[in-house]
C-alpha cells in the first residue's frame, strides 16, 4: 500500500483547495461510463461510440456549472450543514477521477440537487458520497493515500495499476461507512415521516430496503457483512411488519391503508424537497 509521505499534510490541503469551484482540476477524467445505464437513458439505438460522446458532453458541461451553492442550499433544507470547499470536493471525486465510474444515478441526482427539485432520495445519494470523501481524506491524512489523483496525467502506466489497486483496497473502506451514514440519514427521515412513532435503525433500513442490496453487501455489523450477520433474517423479517399511521401521515405518503415497513421506507425515499 502506499505510504505515508512526508508533505501529506500540504499535499491534503492542496487536493481540496484545487476542488474549490473555479479552479480547473483534471484528475483522469472518469473510470469509464455505464454503458448500460446511459443507453437506457439516452436511446438503445445509439451506438458505443455515440453513447460515450454524448455522455463526456454530459460530464463536461456538468463539471463546468457553478452548482455547489445551490446544491449546499438544498441539502440545507435537510438539516445537513456541509461547507461549499468540501461539496465541490466531492463533485469532483464523482465526475472527474479515475476511480469512479460515471453513471446516470449519480449524474441525474446532482443535477436535482443543484435544481433545487430533488427527493430524500437524491439527498441520500450525496449523503453517502460525502461520507465516502470525508472517510477517504482520513485515510489520506494517515498514509498519505492521493485518493483523488492529482497526479495522474503524469503517471506511469505501472503507477496507474498501482494507483487502481490502493484505490479499490481503501475505497471499500470508505464505502461501508458510507454506507452507515447512508442508512442512518434514511432511518432518520423515516422517524420524521412517523413523528418518531416507529423505532427504526441503519441496520434494518439496510436489511429491508427493496431497491438497493449494496448495504447488505458492504455494510460491517459486528466486523462482519450484514448478509453474513447471524441476525440478518430476523432484521428482513421486519420487512412485513404493518406500520401503523395516522390519516395525515398515509395521505402525506401516498397510502390509503397502513403500509409494510419497506413500502414505508421507499415512500419516504421518494418524498419530494419542493
Given at each position: 500500500m502506499v505510504s505515508k509521505g512526508v508533505d501529506e499534510d500540504e499535499a491534503l490541503k492542496t487536493?481540496?483547495?484545487?476542488?474549490?469551484?473555479?479552479i480547473e482540476l483534471r484528475s483522469g477524467g472518469c473510470a469509464g461510463i455505464d454503458e448500460i445505464g446511459w443507453s437506457q437513458k439516452l436511446g438503445r439505438n445509439l451506438s458505443t461510440d455515440e453513447i460515450e460522446a454524448k455522455v463526456e458532453h454530459l460530464r463536461q458541461q456538468l463539471l463546468e456549472n457553478s452548482d455547489v451553492k445551490k446544491v449546499r442550499n438544498t441539502l440545507k433544507?435537510?438539516?445537513?450543514t456541509k461547507n461549499e470547499q468540501?461539496?465541490?470536493l466531492v463533485k469532483r471525486y464523482n465526475f472527474d477521477s479515475p476511480g469512479i465510474t460515471f453513471t446516470p444515478e449519480n449524474y441525474y441526482s446532482w443535477t436535482k440537487l443543484a435544481d433545487g427539485?430533488?427527493?430524500i432520495n437524491d439527498v441520500r445519494y450525496l449523503v453517502h458520497e460525502i461520507a465516502e470523501v470525508e472517510e477517504l481524506r482520513c485515510i489520506q491524512q494517515q498514509n498519505g493515500f492521493d485518493f483523488m489523483a492529482t497526479n495522474w496525467d503524469n503517471m506511469t502506466r505501472r503507477k496507474k495499476q498501482e494507483w487502481r489497486t490502493d484505490f479499490k483496497y481503501y475505497y471499500?473502506?470508505?464505502h461501508s461507512k458510507a454506507l452507515e451514514a447512508e442508512y442512518d440519514f434514511l432511518a432518520k427521515k423515516v422517524s420524521d415521516a412517523t413523528n418518531s412513532e416507529i423505532p427504526f435503525s441503519r441496520i434494518v433500513a439496510a436489511a429491508i430496503d427493496p431497491s438497493r442490496d449494496e448495504a447488505r453487501r458492504y455494510m460491517?455489523?459486528?466486523?462482519?457483512?450484514l448478509e453474513e450477520h447471524p441476525n440478518f433474517s430476523d432484521w428482513q423479517l421486519r420487512a412485513k411488519e404493518i406500520v401503523k399511521l395516522n390519516r395525515k401521515q398515509r395521505l402525506r405518503?401516498?397510502?390509503?391503508?397502513?403500509?409494510?415497513?419497506?413500502?414505508?421506507?421507499?415512500?419516504?425515499?421518494?418524498?419530494k424537497l419542493y
Open positions: 487536493t481540496t483547495e484545487q476542488a474549490s469551484e473555479g433544507k435537510c438539516d445537513i468540501l461539496i465541490a427539485k430533488c427527493t471499500m473502506q470508505a460491517l455489523v459486528d466486523g462482519i457483512s405518503l401516498g397510502f390509503t391503508v397502513n403500509p409494510q415497513l419497506n413500502d414505508l421506507l421507499r415512500a419516504v425515499k421518494q418524498i
